[in-house]
């Protein structure tokens, strides 16, 4: 154990991020509260200028085996997210955002799996569980699920992973990772950023060695407020933050040095950047400044003069090759639709 680390002592830790979350965090703290005392809950007030601090004090002093508040100068979500994996007693590690909450049902086949977990010889790395896009304003559901590209209710290494599609990559609302994988990993998320959580999934992936797919439609992703960092308008306003994150992922990976140790999880991985490289792509598009059209440019003329051997796998890979095949206004408007159409699908903002 790494000096000043704290002792595992619980199953699994449940992290929730919390600024001015006076609204909603309660709903979020009571869906957590019935996996009882072999959890923990970490709450991090992030410089809350509203009754968040004294709401999360209130939960400490009522379950004090249960629950732990962590009061800080306001750093962002990724720096609630490094408190939590710095103080965490859990054997497991989940991040759950104040807004969002998690099913009972499924609540209970985690903790009944997380039971069985101490007692295997090889540690699993990595949970994977469903989410749900839980839709306020118009009252509809839409569940993401893993089914048929996983093996399910049996540990796996890289080797049995499928073709995930583009509604299936491994987000912060699907990932539990082992806590001691997280800290090996050495992942630390900037603060003052926002998109942060890509960071959190992608930048441990390599630490991971067996996994495990848990079938339940566990994270509830509450989708509705218009100050939500996934909007198109947000995604937009802060597309420069995008832009730092996804180059922070493309830099933090030799990929290329991966692919023969690991090849299915070198080439997920590829997978994942070229998802963040078009979404980035596509809202700088949206936007249509003249800027915004000319950072577009300079992202991929940086990709290929810093990260030649990335820039050669994405441009071939998946939407992007449409952006080359069909350079210009017909390449942009062609993957604007596409997006729209998975907008649509998905439901994912």
């Known amino acids: 154990m790494i000096d000043g680390e704290a002792p595992l002592l619980k199953l699994i830790t449940f992290t929730v991020p919390c600024y001015n979350s006076q609204a909603y965090m309660d709903k979020c ?7 009882g005392d072999e959890a923990e809950i970490i709450l991090v007030d992030d410089g809350s200028t509203d009754e968040t601090g004294a709401i999360a004090d209130r939960y400490a002093a009522e379950y004090p085996d249960i629950v732990r508040v962590i009061h800080q100068e306001n750093g962002g979500h990724g720096e609630g997210v490094n ?51 839980e839709h306020t304003l118009d009252h509809t559901q839409k569940f993401m699920r893993y089914r048929k590209v996983l093996p399910i209710g049996e540990p796996f290494d890289w080797a049995h ?9 491994i987000t912060i609302h699907s990932a ?22 890509n960071i959190y999934v992608y930048e441990p992936l390599p630490a991971v060695k067996t996994l495990y797919y848990l ?6 992703y509450f989708i509705g407020r218009a100050d939500q960092s996934v909007t198109t308008e947000n995604m937009i306003k802060r597309i420069d933050q995008h832009i730092l994150v996804v180059k922070h992922l493309v830099s933090c990976h030799d990929l290329e040095a991966l692919m023969p ?30 800027e915004h059209m000319r950072k577009a440019d300079d992202l991929w003329a940086w990709l290929k003069a810093e990260h030649p051997d990335v820039h050669r796998r994405l441009r071939y890979h998946s939407f992007n090759v449409l952006f080359f095949v069909l350079p210009g206004r017909a390449g942009r408007w062609l993957c604007v639709h596409i997006f729209y159409i998975l907008q649509h699908f998905f439901k994912f903002n």
């Open 261 to 290: 140790k690991n090849r299915r999880l070198a080439k997920y991985m590829y997978h994942y950047l070229s998802i963040m490289m078009m979404i980035t792509t596509i809202f700088l598009w949206l936007s249509g400044t003249p």
């Open 176 to 197: 539990i990772y082992r806590t001691q994988a997280l800290r090996g990993s050495c992942v630390a998320l900037p603060r003052h950023t926002f998109y942060v959580d």
């Open 29 to 35: 703290i009571q869906s957590l509260l019935p996996a």
């Open 161 to 169: 992973l499928g073709r995930l599609n583009a509604g299936q990559f």
């Open 215 to 220: 079938d339940e439609d566990l994270y509830r």
């Open 83 to 133: 408190q939590g994996i710095r103080n965490a007693k859990g054997l497991y590690f989940e991040v759950v955002d104040s807004d969002d909450w998690l099913d009972g049902e499924a609540l209970k086949k985690l903790m009944a799996l997380l039971r069985t977990f101490p007692a295997m010889e090889t540690p699993v790395d990595l949970i994977i569980c469903n989410y749900v896009y």
